[in-house]
Nanobody
Framework: EVQLVESGGGMVQPGGSLRLSCAAS????????MSWVRQAPGKGTEWVSA????????YYTDAVKGRFTISRDNAKNTLYLQINSLKPEDTALYYC?????????WGQGTQVTVSS
């Protein structure tokens, strides 16, 4: 079955950086576009970023543009999200997704908390 395991989250001060990883298995990772989504407590799911199968086209929501960088290593079946200049409003549970419409395959998520 599809498995996505996120890691790399943590608690950081505003302006700090984190690098999130997503280990994928159970499907041919290199043939799927991938996304990152996030959910803050008490709020709905927000799409954050997407990347095409070859990693040559990337997309970001305006709230993170210029601060977040999505990338992938198809040989390692791994998706990444480099997060710089973190803001308190970035605090959320971050998920990687093969299909943003199918939360059952998003994995457990990794928590990012930005606080001073």
């Amino acid at each position: 079955e599809v498995q996505l395991v996120e890691s790399g989250g943590g608690m950081v001060q505003p302006g700090g950086s984190l690098r999130l990883s997503c280990a994928a298995s159970g499907f041919t990772f290199s043939t799927y576009d991938m996304s990152w989504v996030r959910q803050a407590p008490g709020k709905g799911t927000e799409w954050v970023s997407a990347i095409n199968v070859a990693g040559k086209a990337t997309y970001y929501t305006d709230a993170v543009k210029g601060r977040f960088t999505i990338s992938r290593d198809n040989a390692k079946n791994t998706l990444y999200l480099q997060i710089n200049s973190l803001k308190p409003e970035d605090t959320a549970l971050y998920y990687c997704a093969r299909d943003p419409t199918s939360p059952e395959n998003w994995g457990q998520g990794t928590q990012v908390t930005v606080s001073s």
